[in-house]
């Protein structure tokens, strides 16, 4: 499900990016495009706070269950190392 959410966040990323590569463009904003670029970035903030703690918590999870997976197979390789190096009797 993680590499869905990339691939459409690099899609978006470069269509945006390519269709942003104009000329014509002002390089400054006045002041009333910078007040409602403020409005509508405070707008939508809330959203994009949620949206991101819930990917958050669902990508917690599963980075969480390979940490414990992964610290679980070295902690068992560290043993068996261990325990060849005690003599057999």
């Given at each position: 499900?993680?590499?869905r959410?990339l691939?459409?966040?690099?899609?978006c990323?470069?269509?945006?990016?390519?269709?942003?590569?104009?000329?014509?463009?002002?390089?400054?904003l006045s002041?009333?495009?910078?007040?409602?670029?403020?409005?509508?970035?405070?707008?939508?903030?809330p959203?994009?706070?949620?949206?991101?703690?819930?990917?958050?918590?669902?990508?917690?999870?599963?980075?969480?269950?390979?940490l414990?997976?992964?610290?679980?197979?070295?902690?068992?390789?560290?043993?068996?190392?261990?325990?060849?190096?005690?003599?057999?009797?």
């Amino acid at each position: 499900m993680r590499p869905r959410y990339l691939y459409g966040f690099l899609c978006c990323c470069y269509l945006l990016t390519a269709g942003s590569c104009t000329d014509d463009a002002p390089s400054r904003l006045s002041s009333s495009q910078m007040e409602m670029l403020d409005s509508l970035v405070a707008a939508q903030m809330p959203v994009m706070r949620v949206e991101q703690d819930s990917l958050c918590a669902i990508d917690f999870g599963l980075r969480l269950r390979h940490l414990v997976d992964s610290l679980l197979i070295e902690r068992r390789a560290e043993e068996a190392r261990l325990r060849q190096r005690i003599p057999k009797q």
